[in-house]
Nanobody
Framework: EVQLVESGGGLVQPGGSLRLSCAASGFTSSRHAMSWVRQAPGKGLEWVSTINNVDGSTSYADSVKGRFTMSRDNAKNTLYLQMNSLKPEDTAVYYC???????RGQGTQVTVSS
């Protein structure tokens, strides 16, 4: 069974940092492009970042470029999202997803507030 489990969310002050993790099981995540997406309260899903399965290159939404970094540990079948310089508008539920599919985890809440 394909499963994605996110963790690492929480409450952080503006300017702070968090690192999200996504543990994959039931498939080898390194063989697939993987993404992070988020959903802010009352809004639709927003793409955040994708990591390529061919060369490990990453791409980011303009809203997070320069502040967020996506990476993967193939040995642990785990993906990460390092989030720095967090802003209140980053508040959302963050999901790890199999790129190009509807498969995603249950999400982890990130709240940026003073």
């Amino acid at each position: 069974e394909v499963q994605l489990v996110e963790s690492g969310g929480g409450l952080v002050q503006p300017g702070g940092s968090l690192r999200l993790s996504c543990a994959a099981s039931g498939f080898t995540s390194s063989r697939h492009a993987m993404s992070w997406v988020r959903q802010a309260p009352g809004k639709g899903l927003e793409w955040v970042s994708t990591i390529n399965n061919v060369d490990g290159s990453t791409s980011y939404a303009d809203s997070v470029k320069g502040r967020f970094t996506m990476s993967r540990d193939n040995a642990k079948n785990t993906l990460y999202l390092q989030m720095n310089s967090l802003k209140p508008e980053d508040t959302a539920v963050y999901y790890c997803a199999l790129a190009g599919s509807s498969i995603r985890g249950q999400g982890t809440q990130v709240t940026v507030s003073s």
